[in-house]
């Protein structure tokens, strides 16, 4: 039987996505040649409110691209020999862009790196940061997010499940432990 803990609801989740568009805003001097690429599935809508709250603070949309990544993942031989491909779409030249890519639980690196392959595929933005909801530590890779809404020291036992209203209906984040 699993056991589940909340350790973000709604409201800490949005608080968490408004200081991390208030980071963003500072770190980059403004927003001028800033783009937000989240990453399928969670970091799409968490890159959408990211942007909207930036346009709350700078009264400017960000745009937003989409980044599929299932091509670039190191363990993919591993899982399905035939994967299921969602469309990457990035609708701006990243070329000489400063990018922040987005997703919701950073674990390993290893998401993180398959992004960063598929994101130069793209093009040779200059600057490329990164922004996740959770960090949960155990990294693999020498990554690490420039702005995090929490940090969640956790074992390699639990799983960092992340709820969103636009995929799953309601906003949260639980940890698992088997």
Known sequence: MKKS???MDGSEIRRALT???HEVVEAYKGIDDVFLVGIKTRGVPLAERISRRIEEIEGEL??????DITLYRDDLSVGDPH???HETDIPFDISHKRIVLIDDVLFTGRTIRAALDAIMDQGRPNLIGLA????????ELPIRADFVGKNVPT???ENVRVCL???DGEDKVVIEEE
Do not use: F, N, Q
Not at 62 to 67: A, D, N, S, T
């Open 5 to 7: 803990k909340v350790i």
């Open 19 to 21: 200081r991390i568009a």
């Open 62 to 67: 960000i745009e937003v691209g989409i980044l």
């Open 83 to 85: 994967p299921i491909l």
């Open 132 to 139: 996740v909801l959770v960090d949960r530590g155990h990294r």
């Open 155 to 157: 074992s390699r036992k």
């Open 165 to 167: 209203e636009e995929i």
